[in-house]
């Protein structure tokens, strides 16, 4: 019975798959980059794969920071449209690739805020994998049971902050 559903559940995600996999830059491919004197002849090249337009819309000169944010928005947006198609085991699996992304976020927002740095300046830093809504609500926290409450509690790392803060707590 299983083979009979696979294609519903996973056929669509395993054609996204070998899509990606097909797109992967192959070692000619590098040889070229490798020879690229300047961004926009990388931007020439890259034109030629399946990374193709999403450098088409950046006026010049190029700066490696819009190249390394336009490939991080091209993950995001393809991460998340598997995510969105995917069913269990996967979706979980995918779920958990995020966590790292937003325990980072979340250090990244408390060194900031310890350190006098403006929450509005460290949104960006942070990895849009790891996003989440209450982000942004993390300087009003003063303690552990304060980020809790306000920010942990909601996300999916809550559950594992939880068990952390209540042995924290029972010390």
């Not at 491919?29 to 990374?51: A, M, P, R």
């Not at 979706?91 to 403006?118: C, K």
């Amino acid at each position: 019975m299983n083979s009979v559903n696979f294609n519903i559940n996973f056929g669509y995600l395993e054609g996204l798959c070998r899509g990606f996999k097909g797109g992967i830059l192959k070692q000619t491919d590098y040889i070229n980059l490798v020879q690229c004197e300047i961004l926009e002849d990388l931007k020439l090249h890259l034109q030629s794969t399946d990374y193709g337009s999403f450098l088409a819309n950046e006026p010049s000169p190029l700066s490696v920071s819009v190249i390394d944010d336009k490939l991080k928005e091209k993950l995001v947006i393809e991460f998340q449209h598997m995510r969105i198609h995917s069913v269990e085991p996967l979706s979980t699996f995918l779920d958990f690739i995020t966590y790292g992304y937003m325990i980072d976020n979340i250090i990244l927002l408390i060194t900031g805020t310890l350190h006098q740095r403006d929450i509005r300046e460290l949104i960006p830093k942070c990895h849009p994998l790891g996003s989440f809504e209450q982000m942004e609500a993390i300087h009003i926290a003063n303690t552990p049971a304060e980020l809790y409450n306000a920010v942990l509690v909601d996300t999916p790392l809550g559950k594992w902050a939880a068990r952390h803060y209540s042995s924290c707590t029972a010390v």
